[in-house]
């Protein structure tokens, strides 16, 4: 049963109320689409980012390894995935050696950084390197190189930790290989990296975070040979761009440049991570840095 006094009072509150005007309801209904749509577009700005974070290097860095000959590190919680290279038996008095001295310092990349992630290890396949470019469907027409490695140093040049104790926090400038190979190998693998870029200029990869996976997230890699000849026996300077593909917008996620120097049997891999607006001369005059360093430990010497 109902109760007169409620209904009455009801009906006379809902007389005073003021109703918005037909138009001010539709620009109210306006903005909350345009903020959906912002929500949305932060969303896939977030997703792209993780993107870059798993795309943008062509190299992993190593777990770091403390003693060269003592027993390895254990490797920092958020590097456990990854297997700790093992003690190397080659040391300073052994041909196959290539000491600290021959990679790039921190100095000649700039102020205030520092090395990280060094590692070395010795008498395994090259495997995958910096022009392994398995996602294009020309690469396995390259003729790779398939012997060893005599002995590899590696190494990344870096700001430090933002915060103490959280190595994740850094943020890295370079990343460097040297290899020693027997024989022609180092000759070989800087002909692999020029037929590489040459057979691959343009391909694309899916990424393969599970959320990239769901919004069907691909990845566009560029290689531009920009030099070549300007640093050692052998040089190549490449420029290599990301960007990420949705199939409704594309966004860049970095540009890097990629150095492949050859002194005698070493040859040295070097990316600079982010070159958007660097100087392609400086980068010569850091793979002509990175050629003077290999020099002493090549064989034979310079």
């Excluded at 792209?48 to 003592?70: H, I, K, M, N, Y």
């Excluded at 196959?96 to 090395?115: F, H, K, N, Q």
């Amino acid at each position: 049963m109902r109760d007169p006094d409620l209904t009455h009072r009801l009906a006379s509150e809902l007389g005073r109320v003021e109703w918005p005007e037909g138009e001010e309801l539709r620009g109210i209904a306006r903005r909350r689409t345009r903020r959906s749509a912002l929500a949305a577009s932060l969303s896939v700005l977030l997703l792209l980012s993780g993107v870059w974070v798993v795309s943008s290097r062509p190299f992993q860095p190593r777990p770091e390894q403390a003693d060269l000959f003592g027993a390895a590190a254990a490797p920092p919680l958020a590097m456990t995935v990854a297997p700790v290279p093992a003690p190397t038996t080659i040391g300073p008095h052994d041909p196959a050696w290539i000491p600290p001295e021959a990679l790039l310092s921190p100095e000649d990349v700039g102020p205030g950084l520092v090395a990280a992630r060094v590692s070395v290890d010795e008498n395994r396949p090259v495997g995958n390197w910096a022009f392994t470019l398995a996602p294009c469907p020309e690469y396995p027409k390259v003729r790779r190189y398939q012997g060893d490695y005599q002995f590899r140093r590696q190494q990344t040049v870096e700001y430090p930790p933002k915060i103490e104790g959280r190595p994740e926090t850094a943020v890295a400038v370079l990343h460097q290989t040297v290899m020693r190979l027997p024989g022609t190998g180092a000759r070989q693998l800087v002909d692999e990296a020029e037929q590489a870029a040459q057979a691959c200029p343009k391909y694309l990869a899916s990424v393969g975070d599970e959320a990239a996976k769901r919004t069907k997230v691909r990845t566009s890699h560029v290689w531009v040979l920009i030099d070549r000849d300007f640093a050692g026996d052998d040089s190549l300077l490449f420029e290599h761009r990301m960007t990420a593909l949705t199939g409704t917008q594309d966004t860049d996620l970095s540009a890097s440049a990629v150095l492949v120097v050859r002194v005698g049997d070493l040859v040295a891999t070097v990316e600079e991570v982010d070159v958007s607006k660097a100087d392609p001369a400086a980068t010569r005059k850091l793979g002509t840095r990175a050629a003077a360093w290999l020099c002493a430990a090549a064989t034979p010497p310079c």
